[in-house]
């Protein structure tokens, strides 16, 4: 049947269920068991009340089984025409469809070939479906339709839930181990006057209120550091970021991050911590250290691997920066890696861009990048060497998880790096960050040596449930519009 005369066929169906003064939308139902719990019920047990949606219905003439789904799993039903009367029972075969959400009562019983199956007593309608689903999920053959249609993946693929379940575990584990260490959770500002934290392209919003510009914030790592001013030591935030920039498997415009500021400690306590914590989600899901994602076996057992910048662009790519000092220099060196770094204007952006195209991905198992060119971040402390600042990056999977630095605490300092970054956003860097004039008089009030790190949650757990797209771990990933809804 043509999907717009199936849809015609449910809407007359609708009406012939209001006619029998049926309301097709109540407001309540209480359940006894869900259909987890009713599969593990003895025969026999009479009055369960189960409720969800009919995911299969086979009329044998007197006799009607359906599958019935719910947020736990599935059972099975039988409708007997005996049982619930001639009347009844037409009336369910006739009106009812699959996707619509039923309440049923019965007894349990097992058929012949023993499955666990309710015996409908009663039955009730508590939202008419108007769409049809798919018959297999293969009729949405297209993965961009199941991310712009999730509920139909939910639906038709109930397995997908699980992914979302373990992904709340991981942010319930993370949490539980920052609070035993004594970090404090906080809350800070989503819509920012000034954007920072990061160079990165922001989203800008008009607050018609005060008749001014507002940005959604890029990071929230400049107000976690005002609260370490104000007295707070260890803090932390699960913070929902934006940023204005390419999507791709690893990228999407809003994605999660926890941040913690640590008062009095470094980037080395952080390496320290970060393995510890990762460790800590690990075992607490899977109860131990090794696990298998895309393919491969990451394990994540203590100390993991950690190598100076300079010496992984040595053994990974087989280059030596280490006594480059003019940019023609490092980028004949690129340029022999088959690495285009010619829009590069520093050295240390060349060894970034070396890094991130030929070693970062030869990364696999958990490893610590440390001690960073400058130009990775202006609000990192500089090393002995001051092209390189005291911070490091974790890989895993040849991916970013985490970068965490010593932050500077010198408002001159911080001052003059920003006046550096202002010039460059007026020369057309739209990554370049902004002077915050408010946030260089809180240091200018005192802050403690702090170091902080901003972990990527949507990036771990596509690495601990095994998942190949950040989509793949965010219920509504954000989606280029169909054409026709352009029109």
């Known amino acids: 049947m043509p999907g717009e005369d199936l849809i015609n066929s449910k809407k007359s169906k609708l009406e012939k269920i209001k006619q029998a003064g049926i309301n097709p939308y109540p407001s309540r139902y209480e359940r006894s068991h869900l259909a987890s719990e009713a599969q593990k019920l003895k025969v026999g047990t009479k009055k369960v009340r189960l409720a969800g949606r009919l995911m299969l219905i086979r009329d044998m003439g007197r006799l009607c089984f359906t599958h019935l789904q719910d947020g736990s799993g599935r059972i099975q039903l039988a409708f007997n025409e005996k049982e619930l009367g001639r009347e009844e029972y037409k009336f369910f075969v006739k009106n009812f469809d699959i996707g619509d959400i039923i309440g049923v009562e019965g007894e349990i019983f097992k058929t012949k070939r023993g499955e666990q199956t309710l015996l409908v007593k009663k039955y009730s309608l508590l939202a008419k479906s108007l769409q049809p689903l798919p018959e297999k999920w293969h009729g949405l053959s297209d993965k961009e339709e199941r991310y712009r249609k999730r509920y139909l993946d939910l639906i038709m693929n109930p397995e997908i839930k699980e992914v979302f379940i373990k992904k709340q575990q991981i942010f319930d584990a993370v949490r539980e181990f920052l609070n035993k260490q004594g970090f404090i959770e906080v809350d800070t500002p989503v819509l920012q006057p000034i954007y920072g934290g990061t160079n990165a392209r922001p989203f800008d919003s008009k607050l018609n209120a005060l008749n001014m510009k507002v940005y959604m914030r890029i990071s929230n790592e400049m107000y976690l550091k005002r609260l370490i001013v104000g007295g707070f030591e260890k803090i932390f935030e699960f913070s929902k970021d934006f940023r204005n920039e390419g999507i791709d498997r690893l990228h999407n415009p809003e994605f999660t991050q926890v941040e913690t500021m640590w008062a009095y400690a470094d980037y080395e306590d952080n390496m320290k911590l970060w393995e510890e914590l990762i460790g800590f989600v690990v075992k607490k899901l899977f109860g ?32 030596d920066f280490s006594d480059i000092k003019r940019l023609e220099e490092a980028q004949r060196i690129a340029e022999r890696l088959k690495i285009d770094a010619v829009k590069c204007t520093s050295v240390g952006q060349v060894m970034i861009r070396v ?128 054409e026709e809804e352009n029109d």
Do not use: H
């Open 288 to 319: 131990k250290t090794k696990i298998k994602t895309q393919g491969k076996e990451i394990d994540f057992k203590k100390p993991w691997r950690r190598i100076k910048f300079l010496d992984a662009l040595r053994k990974f790519a087989d280059a």
């Open 355 to 482: 890094f991130e195209d030929a070693v970062q991905e030869k990364l696999i198992q958990p490893t610590i990048v440390y001690d960073y060119p400058k130009e990775a971040t202006v609000l990192a402390k500089s090393g002995e060497n001051k092209d390189f600042v005291k911070a490091f990056e974790l890989i895993i999977n040849g991916w970013e998880i985490a970068f965490c630095y010593c932050e500077e605490n010198d408002p001159r300092e911080l001052e003059r790096k920003w006046k550096e970054q202002e010039e460059a956003l007026r020369k057309g860097d739209q990554e370049a960050q902004r002077m915050d004039p408010d946030f260089i008089e809180a240091l200018e009030i005192g802050m403690p040596p702090v170091s902080g790190i901003g972990m990527g949650m949507d990036r771990l757990v596509m690495i601990l449930t095994n998942q190949p797209s950040i989509r793949d771990v965010i219920l509504f990933p954000f989606m280029k519009p169909r």
